[in-house]
């Protein structure tokens, strides 16, 4: 190691988890009034199965640590992200449903979620080209970065894991730090109003008369200035295609569950949906409101202590957080991943290798948009997809990989050594 380790970082991680691991004890608290630590403790629930992975994360950031960053040349990228492919597949054939989703392997002892790790291989086969190829194949490298994204993003969705598919889509903010045209970004963004609008109406007949009249105002308004035609016009195809496409992956794609989930954030007075559809939804929003300013106090959250929120300690952790802590306690947490998100911006823009800021911002842009949706659709602002919250959610599938994810580009900060 050429440089010292950055304390920052380090300090935010163990701190997401420490409170990560206090959040799913006092979800679990009940089960734990008549533990006798003088006998072999059992690990049959989550506060001691989050333990376990953990001691695994410490061997595992002492191992990343250990190694030497020329390992993750573009060769040895290449088979990483080709066994993460491998694994995607197996899972097709072999995998474990869970909530909906056949996206997980049964390793007998635990549970492995493939796609958490192909984040990191994709990551790491990303950095590789884009360093490689900087100045070189402009058109081609772009093709390769988008065929090597969109490989895993088809397998996840034909899994039925819509929400770890979309997370690949923050590779768009990757590739356009570095180089990329601002019309692929402003093309995604119309992908996903799309499916919005698709949802909300309901029926493509009316979605198209909108397009139409909305290219006939901007047509209007624009009349004098005649250099706009060709874009009203390229936008207005763009915009047709986006429609068809979104209406394909409605109804072909998305389960009955999944569009419901979309529709229920425009339509929260149905009593149906608060019995279905949106329970999860109104239970959280009532524990994150019943926390007002500075919470009820650690132990002592009603709605996360009688289980009125499914997945709580997963999924909907965010709602424990807001409810024993309040909103004060919930932006520290939001602070405290906006410090590491921070911290590692300027590190990876203030050093020489291509490849560690490369493979930094594609961290970074993960972990943002984990931490966007899932707080997003604990306070209804985006539909519930299934996403955790990186470090603070249980789960060994989620803790491991972003520990990996992290603790590989610490190292790469920490080292001199430029890879290529």
Same mark, same amino acid.
């Given at each position: 190691m050429n440089k010292k380790l950055d304390l920052i970082i380090i300090s935010s991680y163990f701190l997401l988890v420490i409170l990560g691991v206090i959040s799913i004890y006092s979800n679990n608290f009940d089960s734990y009034k008549e533990i006798d630590f003088t006998n072999k403790l059992k690990f049959d629930n989550n506060y001691n199965k989050q333990?376990?992975?953990? %001691?695994?994360?410490?061997?595992?950031?002492?191992?990343?640590? %250990?190694l030497d960053p020329k390992w993750f040349s573009i060769s040895s990228n290449i088979v990483i992200y080709l066994s993460t492919i491998f694994l995607l597949i197996l899972v097709l054939y072999n995998g474990l449903s869970v909530s909906g989703s *056949?996206?997980?392997i049964n390793l007998g002892f635990c549970k492995l979620q493939p796609s958490e790790l192909c984040k990191i291989s994709t990551s790491l086969i990303i950095s590789s080209?884009?360093?490689?190829?900087?100045?070189? !194949?402009?058109?081609?490298?772009?093709? !390769?970065?988008f065929i090597i994204i969109s490989i895993p993003i088809l397998l996840i969705t034909l899994q039925g894991d819509i929400g770890s598919a979309t997370t690949f889509l923050s590779f768009i903010i990757v590739l356009y730090r570095e180089g990329l045209s601002i019309v692929y970004p402003i093309i995604g963004i119309i992908l996903i109003l799309s499916l919005l609008l698709v949802n909300i109406i309901n029926s493509i007949q009316n979605i198209l008369i909108i397009i139409f /009249?909305?290219?006939?105002?901007?047509?209007?308004? !624009?009349?004098?200035?005649?250099?706009?035609? *060709?874009?009203?016009?390229? &936008? &207005?195809?763009? %915009?047709?295609? @986006?429609i068809l496409t979104a209406n394909y992956i409605t109804y072909n794609i998305l389960k009955p569950y999944q569009r419901s989930r979309i529709t229920v954030l425009f339509n929260h007075n149905s009593k149906i949906n608060l019995k279905n559809e949106a329970y999860n939804l109104n239970q959280s929003k009532i524990a994150i409101g019943?926390?007002?300013?500075? &919470?009820?106090?650690? %132990?002592?959250?009603?709605? $996360?202590?009688?289980?009125?929120?499914?997945?709580?300690? $997963?999924?909907?952790? /965010?709602? $424990?957080?807001?409810e024993q802590w309040g909103f004060i306690g919930s932006n520290l947490v939001i602070i405290l991943y906006l410090v590491l998100i921070l911290r590692i911006i300027f590190l990876i823009e203030n050093q020489n290798s291509i490849f560690t800021r490369i493979y930094g911002y594609s961290f970074i842009s993960i972990l943002f948009i984990h931490i966007i949706i899932n707080v997003g659709m604990t306070l209804g602002l985006i539909p519930v997809i299934g996403i955790t919250l990186p470090y603070i959610s249980y789960g060994? @599938?989620? !803790?491991?990989s972003f520990t990996i994810f992290l603790f590989i580009l610490i190292r790469l900060i920490s080292s001199k050594t430029c890879i290529s």
């Open positions: 333990l376990l992975w953990i %001691l695994l994360c410490i061997i595992i950031i002492i191992t990343i640590l %250990l *056949k996206s997980w080209i884009l360093t490689k190829y900087k100045y070189q !194949l402009n058109n081609l490298k772009w093709i !390769l970065c /009249f909305s290219i006939v105002i901007f047509t209007y308004i !624009l009349r004098k200035n005649k250099k706009y035609y *060709k874009n009203i016009i390229i &936008g &207005g195809i763009m %915009l047709f295609i @986006s019943s926390g007002r300013l500075f &919470g009820k106090g650690f %132990l002592k959250g009603t709605q $996360t202590k009688y289980n009125f929120i499914p997945q709580q300690d $997963t999924d909907f952790i /965010f709602c $424990t957080i807001a060994g @599938s989620s !803790l491991v």
